[in-house]
């Protein structure tokens, strides 16, 4: 058998962030504080971060949007990534968590990168103009929603744009036949699409919860 992704264990992942991921101190203070809160599992990975953040900077990102910003550590890294000029557009429907990643992006000297609509994702989408101009998306909030984001996402990006979409592993759930959630099922329907979408190249990739990158062409 041809090999795999290597089993992510405490040791193996320590190491892999501690030689491979540069965060800052605003970062480091903003995981610290979220891995406090009763939702820490929604943050992101720093080494999840440090590959979106690499991504952003070698397409020359400049105009980004995030769907899903909790309390904003993935916002850090493509906001920095995008360098001065950029501008990041997160979407989320929660001010106490809003609350958090406005201090954190000012603490980084970011806030001037990054404007937080909280709203319904789908009402603020229909709004944004200019499709087919943006360079790079990021879907990571309510799953049975994540087609309608993935759409919208679509018409908005440029051809050679990047929709990164998280959780698509669902903790191993989508694999399971015995698991017939809502979110779970969303998820499987989603990975399906995007594997047959004539309209992107697409691969999945083994980090945190699974990353679907689709490129449209």
């Known amino acids: 058998m041809a090999n795999r992704t290597l089993p992510m264990d405490d040791a193996i992942h320590a190491y892999l962030v501690g030689v491979s991921v540069r965060e800052t101190d605003a970062m480091r203070r903003l995981r610290a504080e979220t891995a406090a809160l009763a939702q820490a599992r929604m943050q992101i990975g720093p080494e999840q971060g440090a590959f979106m953040g690499w991504l952003v900077a070698s397409m020359g ?3 980004c949007l995030e769907i899903g ?8 890294w493509i906001a920095g990534a995008m360098g001065e000029g950029g501008r990041l557009v997160c979407l989320d429907v929660s ?5 958090v990643a ?4 000012a603490d980084a000297g970011l806030a001037d990168r990054i404007a937080l609509h909280v709203a319904p994702a789908a009402e603020t989408l229909r709004a944004l103009d200019e499709p087919g ?3 790079f998306a990021f879907i990571d909030a309510d799953k049975p929603n994540y087609d309608l984001y993935y759409e919208a996402c679509l018409r908005l990006l440029r051809p050679g744009g990047v929709i990164a979409i998280d959780n698509v592993l669902w903790g191993g759930a989508v694999a399971d036949p015995a698991s017939t959630g809502e ?3 969303a998820l499987r329907a989603l990975n399906a699409k995007v594997a047959a979408d004539a309209r992107v190249d697409a691969c999945m990739v083994p ?4 990353l679907t990158l689709a490129r449209k062409r």
């Open 183 to 185: 979110s779970t099922e």
């Open 61 to 63: 990102a400049r105009r």
């Open 69 to 76: 910003t909790f309390t904003g550590y993935s916002a850090l």
């Open 207 to 210: 980090i945190g919860d699974g």
């Open 133 to 135: 101009t943006w360079d």
């Open 95 to 99: 001010e106490e968590y809003g609350a």
């Open 102 to 105: 406005r201090r954190a992006w």
